[in-house]
Structures are given as C-alpha cells and as structure tokens.
C-alpha cells in the first residue's frame, strides 16, 4: 500500500519569511488500509484536513498536520459494519542539513508528500480492533450467531456448567 510518493504541495510557493506560519485547509484521498486481511476504508472519501506550516528562523519548516476521519470496514468481533472515528494530530520538523532527525521523510527540496503524511499518521492512529462499539459481544464461537442481537442467555448444551447437570441428574432420580 505505499503508494507512489508525491512531493507535490510546494511549501516555497507560500513564500513565508522566517517566523512566519500559515493554516491551509486541504482535502486529502486516502487509500483503503489493510489490517489483518480485511481492506478498511476512510470516510469520508476525501478528508478535509488542517496543515499549519511555519517557516522556522535558519531555514526549514514546523508542520503539524490535524483532521478527524472515520475508519470504515467490518467490525472484526461480529464483522457488522464499524466506522470508529481516528483523530489524527502530528507533527514534522524539516530543517535539511542539520541530521537526518531533523530531517522529514515526508519533505525533499521545500516540497511536502502530503498524502504519504496523511496515510501513515492515519494508519498509526487506527485502533487495534476495529469493533462496532466498544463492548461488541462478538459472534458465538460454536453457531456464529451474533450475540449483540441473541443477548446474554444464548447457550448451547456443551457450553452447559456441568454443575448443573449434575443437579438435572438428582431430579430425574
Ligand atoms: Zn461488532
Ligand atoms: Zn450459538
């Protein structure tokens, strides 16, 4: 899923003096994340997102890049439909020349791959599990049923507490 890599915002073009910052408001497509081996999606298709850019004094650039978007797919408990919401809220720091940790991977030549961004903070951000709510009961483990929908006295004979059997044997006696 990596994409191919665009350094097509031109942050040069903002022409921002030393100290000086700007807020853009941008929309960003994603690509589908795959997690496990289920393909999730995010809504909406096209997120808007908020990238506050500042010209650092000596060169180079502060970044921080925020949006809110829905991670849609099945929900990996009882495979119903799940869209928790992933809020994303990074930052990046170029500054060339100075060591590559001040060096972003998301920047070459004042030109920022904002997708590429966009995509690993999302993926870094998405929950583990991916449920329909918090506490999804799941899908019984011996007919699949869903158990949000057949409540907590759903059981089958095997999964009895033996105890009571026992306790049924004493009445038939
Ligand atoms: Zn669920
Ligand atoms: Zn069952």
Known sequence: MAGARAFDLDLAGLK???????????????EPL???????????????VRLDVSRMLGGGYALRLRFTAALAGP????????APLVRVDVREVDRPGEGEEL???????????LAAWARDAFALGAPVKVLCREDCAGLCPVCAADL???????AHERARD?????????ELE
């Open 75 to 82: 929900c990996m408990r009882c495979l119903t439909d799940a």
């Open 148 to 154: 949000n929908e057949a409540g907590p006295g759903h």
């Open 16 to 30: 921002l003096g030393a100290g000086e910052g700007r807020r853009l408001e941008l929309e960003v497509k994603f």
């Open 103 to 113: 060096e972003s991977p998301y920047m070459r030549d004042e030109r920022l791959d």
């Open 162 to 170: 033996p105890r009571w059997a026992k306790l049924r044997e004493l």
């Open 34 to 48: 795959l997690l496990g081996s289920q393909s999730y999606a995010a809504q909406p298709a096209r997120v808007p």
